[in-house]
Structures are given as structure tokens and as C-alpha cells.
């Protein structure tokens, strides 16, 4: 297999769904697909995965009237060159609906995305495979069976794999939040209590136990922040979970191990209808209306299943079953922006704020109070409680007032007007309203315009738009843990690095398993002629005997038994299950081989220094 035979052979479910329509004159591109994969020439077929992938019907409505009337498709179905209505090429939705910019973006990016990550895909894929059993190709167990062995596995890497989730998960991990100064201690503790909340709430554990395996076997686990709105009867509750790194598609120049520097994130899910009704109940209409798409190309098994193990993501409905249950492909895009802010200080309420571009056009339009008293002294009042009540005083008493004692009670009261003979002196105030953008012109409110990072998210069903949302955060709601780094987002598994070493212990194992076969089988030495060697081989060849025929005038025969195993070859077998523990990070001491400890005291105190007292994974 090679990526170019991978890429042909992901157009096989539009040919067995009907999808592809072909000219009758198109002789040389039915041969290349009849003799595939064993013909000689295969270019017409990669340039038609090519053309399959990139071509699109026209979205003009000329041009759309134009090849309608042209080929007489039926009015009701959209235009399309290669396939029906249903085809992930389609840019038009039933009811005459456009995809929206977001959503074509998406799909646009996903296309680069998932091309530049194939190999990873593929890689990854068949790790997964090989853990889960699946370690002989057809060709291995083909030539095995022609020398009469069998395909053994010993699976040595799936038990180093839990051992080191059970070391890695074995106890819960402690959050902690520390205060800079005595005032936020109390924060500091609530901070470190929220996290806690929000992981046994999430149910960390198993989530992080997941992420571990993914990051072990595919080479990269990830762990997701994300928002329940209807956790806590409503309330709403923040959570995590692990997300599958193979419905992951991460910008391919991204070079920072936790991709925080990736201009866009994609999750790809393939999901049934009825989970995003109960996912989106909002929006049931448009998953109801939705049409099935497959952009999310699954890559094909590569090995042999002996116990024919289903360990791939897959489709596993088409629509067609008795319930009629679909499925349905669920993108969200998570994107860096920058969006403009304003940092605003307010001297005169002692007050600062950082608001949005709308918030900020709604702040310059807030009123303010300039209240001058009778000896021409300015007060200057942006607070909601003093603008109040200076605004009620200008309702009722107009723009200038003055004070006047009651006679009933000997209190100050305000009246209309200048102050006269009876007023108080100098008790005459003006009141003059202006607004906050005045004071900021004049500099009285300082007001600085900065820039700041938010992540954009854009959630679509297929073709179809569901919401776009603004999230309040400036890094990715998505951490994946990369395991081979070698700054790209397509990291190494632990499994690509022992998979020599397992396959050796199967050779092995089916080497020592075959000659220990050939030799407890017993040989029937008879005179030819004699007997009748068909009878005897179908009656003694039950019990593994094999029937040998020999001339007794060349004399008595000698039958050559199979040479002994050395030693050496057990010992490698179990120098290769070491050297996978170790690789692993496992070592046998750590789990519980006392044969493994120091025998003398400096040993001892040499595995205290610089064992037990350092961390005992192979990752910090």
C-alpha cells in the first residue's frame, strides 16, 4: 500500500452507491478500473479522484439554468456533473439554498487540512490497528500458511500500553491555584475547588484515561473545554472531554506542541441524526432538512484480522435501515481573530472597563453631569447614581435651580429659577448634561484602542449553517497532548517505534511453535508397496502423523529431524519484550519485579536519587 493506493481506493463507496456517471467512449478509464489494482496504468484514475474531489456545479443561476435545460435534469434535483443530489460536492441544498462564506470556508479548509494529514491519518490508523491485535499483513500470513505456520500474535504492546495508562492515571491530578499577594488567597483556594468540580463533573478520569491512549497509540491524545447549557436543570455546567485525534484537522503550519499558533481548528465528526436532535434541539428543522455529505473520507484497514477485530472508525449506517436512521457529518471550526477593544479609564468615578466595539458606541452616548454652583465652581459627575439624580432635578426644576429654606420643616428644598431676596445665598446651580464621548474628546476620559485575540466558532451540519458564535476566551477550547513532536501537528506514537520489535516476537513465537508441530509429529515409516499410503494418510494424518514410503532393498531408512532452537533465540524474545516496556517508558521494577531491584547499597541509594524521587513517566 502507498498513499497513491490509499487516495484511489476512497472512491470505491461512490461507485458502489451509483454516484459516478461515465461516457461509453470512456474505454481506457473502464479498464484502468476493471484491472485495478493489478493493471498496468492507474493515471486516469488518480486524475479522477482528483477531478471527483475538486469539481462543483456552478452556483450562478444562468449558469445553472443553462446546464439544467442543457442535460434535462429533473427541476427538483440540483445541478451536478458526477453525482446526485446527495453528492458532499454539491454546493446547493435543496430549496434553492447556498452554502453560506463560513461554511464554505470550512469545507475549504478541511479539503487542505485532511490532505496534508493523510499519511498521519494512515500511520495512526494502523497503529491503532496493531495494538488492537491486528499485526500480520495478507501477504505475511499468505506466506506463512504456504510453510504450514501460523500467524500468531503475541500481543506485547496492548499490556505495555495499559500499564502505562494505569501509571499515568493511577492517582487524580491536583489542581492548585496560587495567590500573588495575601488579598487572593481565597480566590487562589476557589479557583483551585472549581477546577476539581469541573473534572469530577466531567468525569476526568475516564476522559483523561482515553487521552492517554490516543496519545500513546495514535500519537497524539487531546482533551476539550466546552460549555452543557442544559447541565444543573439549566444552569448550565463547563466541562472536558477527550476528543478522537483522527476527527481532529489542525492547521498544517502550526509548529507549537499544544497548536496554539494554528490559524484554524477543525473537529469532524460523523454522527447519527437522532444524537444531534438531542445535541441541537434548537435547530431540528434544519437536521431534519439536511442532506447526508461525505467530505470526512475514512481511510481504509491495511492489516489482517484474525479474530476479525473492528477497531477502524467507519460509517456504519446508510440510511437504509429499518429505522431510516442517518448519518450525518458535524464540522466545527474553531478560528483566531482579532477583534478591536477599548481599554477606558475613568478618572472622575475612579472606574476602568474594557469594552467591545458595541459596547463602546453605547458607552460614548452615556450621559454625564456638569453642575456649576453659585460660586462657578464645576462638578463633573459620570456615575449612574449622581447623572440620576441630577437628571430627575433638570425633569422637575429645569436647568437652573436654587435653594430656599421650607418654612415647615427648616430644610433646604431646590425651586425653579435664580435664586431672589428669600433664596439661600449663592445657592443658584446649573446643571448642564453632556455625554461620555465629550469628555473623551476632551481627554477627560482616556480611552486606549487595543487589540485582542478571541476564538470565532462556526458550527455546520453538512452544507448546512446551524450558529456562529464569538467565545470569550483567547486560546483554542482544544489541547492536544502530542507525543513524537517534531514541530508539526502530526506527531509519532509510542506504537511506530516498537512495532519492529513485536513483530519479531511473533516470528518468533510461530517459529517456535511450528518446530515444536514438527517435532512431536510422528513419522510412519512403511515398505512401499505395502500398504495403501492414500488410506493411511487420510486415517493417521488426523493426528498430525505424516506417512512415509521407503525402498527396503537400499537399506534401513534414516529420517532427518529438525534442528534444535538455540537458546539464544527465547532470550531474544524476551530481551524484545523488555526493550518495548522500556521504550514505553515501563520499567520492571516499577511494576513490582523484585528481581529487577539494586543488590547493594549503593544501587539502593542510587535508584532512591534518581528514580523514586524523579517522575516515573517517560513524559512531564
Known amino acids: 500500500r502507498n498513499s497513491k493506493s490509499s487516495r484511489l481506493e476512497t472512491m470505491q463507496p461512490y461507485f458502489a452507491q451509483k454516484k459516478v456517471f461515465m461516457l461509453d467512449t470512456m474505454e481506457e478509464l473502464k479498464d484502468e478500473l476493471l484491472l485495478y489494482p493489478r493493471g498496468k496504468h492507474d493515471d486516469l484514475l488518480d486524475g479522477l479522484y482528483y477531478a471527483m474531489k475538486k469539481c462543483f456545479p456552478p452556483n450562478h443561476k444562468i449558469i445553472a439554468e443553462k446546464n439544467k435545460n442543457t442535460y434535462n435534469y429533473d427541476t427538483n434535483q440540483d445541478i451536478n456533473w ?11 441544498m435543496p430549496g434553492n439554498e447556498t452554502k453560506s462564506e463560513s ?3 470550512t469545507h475549504d479548509l478541511l479539503s487542505d487540512y485532511a490532505s496534508a494529514r493523510q499519511n498521519w491519518v494512515e500511520q495512526a490508523v494502523e497503529d491503532n490497528e496493531f495494538r488492537n491485535g491486528k499485526q500480520w499483513s495478507t501477504e505475511q500470513i499468505n506466506a506463512l500458511r504456504k510453510r504450514a505456520q501460523e500467524p500468531l500474535v503475541v500481543n506485547v504492546v496492548y499490556s505495555a500500553v495499559e500499564q502505562a495508562k494505569a501509571m499515568l492515571t493511577a492517582n487524580n491530578p491536583k489542581f492548585q491555584s496560587t495567590a500573588r499577594e495575601n488579598s487572593d488567597s481565597k480566590v487562589g483556594r476557589m479557583f483551585s475547588d472549581l477546577m476539581a468540580y469541573v ?19 495514535k500519537g497524539m491524545g487531546v482533551m476539550m473545554a466546552y460549555i452543557d447549557p442544559d447541565a444543573d436543570y439549566g444552569a448550565g455546567e463547563v466541562k472536558i472531554k477527550a476528543i478522537d485525534p483522527l476527527e481532529l484537522f489542525i492547521d498544517p503550519s502550526s509548529k507549537d506542541p499544544f497548536c496554539r499558533d494554528a490559524a484554524h481548528i477543525i473537529v469532524g465528526k460523523i454522527i447519527s441524526e437522532t444524537q444531534l436532535v438531542e445535541m441541537y434541539p434548537e435547530f431540528e428543522e434544519e437536521i431534519r432538512n439536511s442532506v447526508e455529505t461525505e467530505y470526512l473520507n475514512n481511510v481504509s484497514e491495511s492489516r489482517y484480522a484474525l479474530k476479525s477485530e473492528d477497531v477502524t472508525l467507519k460509517r456504519r449506517m446508510s440510511g437504509s435501515s429499518i429505522t431510516g436512521q442517518r448519518e450525518l457529518e458535524l464540522f466545527e471550526r474553531y478560528t483566531r481573530e482579532k477583534s478591536i477593544y477599548y481599554k477606558i479609564y475613568d478618572p472622575l468615578a475612579d472606574e476602568q472597563k474594557i469594552l467591545s466595539e458595541v459596547d463602546f458606541e ?9 453642575v ?12 449612574k447614581q449622581n447623572v440620576n439624580q441630577y437628571m430627575g432635578i433638570l425633569d422637575e426644576y429645569g436647568k437652573t435651580y436654587h435653594l430656599k429654606v ?38 477627560g476620559i482616556m480611552v486606549n484602542e487595543i487589540e485582542v485575540t478571541q ?35 502530526y506527531p509519532m506514537s509510542d506504537v511506530r517505534l516498537v512495532k519492529g520489535l513485536q513483530e519479531y516476537i511473533n516470528k518468533i513465537r510461530s517459529l517456535i511453535v511450528a518446530h515444536a508441530s514438527s517435532s512431536t509429529n510422528v513419522k510412519l515409516l512403511i515398505p512401499r508397496g505395502s500398504m495403501n499410503k492414500a488410506n493411511l494418510e487420510e486415517e493417521w494424518g488426523k493426528a498430525g ?30 530481551d524484545a519484550r523488555a526493550d518495548i516496556e522500556r521504550i514505553l517508558g515501563i520499567y520492571a521494577l516499577m511494576q513490582g519485579d523484585v528481581g529487577s531491584a539494586p543488590t547493594t547499597y549503593k544501587g539502593t541509594v542510587a535508584l532512591d536519587e534518581f528514580g523514586q524521587r524523579r517522575i516515573k513517566s517517560k513524559r512531564d
Request: proline share 10%; glycine share 6%.
Open 362 to 370: 453605547e458607552y460614548k452616548k452615556e450621559p454625564v453631569a456638569v
Open 545 to 574: 502423523t505424516a506417512v512415509i514410503e521407503f525402498d527396503p532393498e537400499l537399506g534401513q531408512p534414516v529420517v532427518a529431524g529438525p534442528v534444535p532452537l538455540p537458546n539464544e533465540l527465547y532470550k531474544n524474545e524476551a
Open 199 to 217: 473534572w469530577d463533573q466531567s468525569t476526568g478520569n475516564v476522559e483523561l484515561k482515553q487521552a492517554v491512549d490516543d496519545y500513546y497509540v
Open 82 to 92: 458526477y453525482f446526485k443530489a446527495s453528492s458532499p460536492f454539491s454546493h446547493t
Open 103 to 105: 461554511t464554505q470556508l
Open 455 to 489: 476564538i470565532y466558532q462556526c458550527v455546520s451540519i453538512g452544507d448546512k449553517e446551524l450558529y456562529q458564535v464569538t467565545l470569550p476566551i483567547e486560546d483554542y477550547p482544544i489541547i492536544p497532548f502530542m507525543n513524537g513532536f517534531n514541530r508539526n501537528p
Open 372 to 383: 456649576t454652583d453659585g460660586t462657578g465652581k464645576q462638578n463633573v459627575f459620570t456615575d
Open 406 to 443: 421650607d418654612p415647615m420643616s427648616g430644610q433646604p428644598v431646590p425651586a425653579a429659577g435664580e435664586e431672589d431676596m428669600n433664596s439661600i445665598p449663592n445657592s443658584t446651580t446649573t446643571i448642564d448634561m453632556l455625554t461620555k464621548k465629550d469628555l473623551i474628546d476632551d481627554g
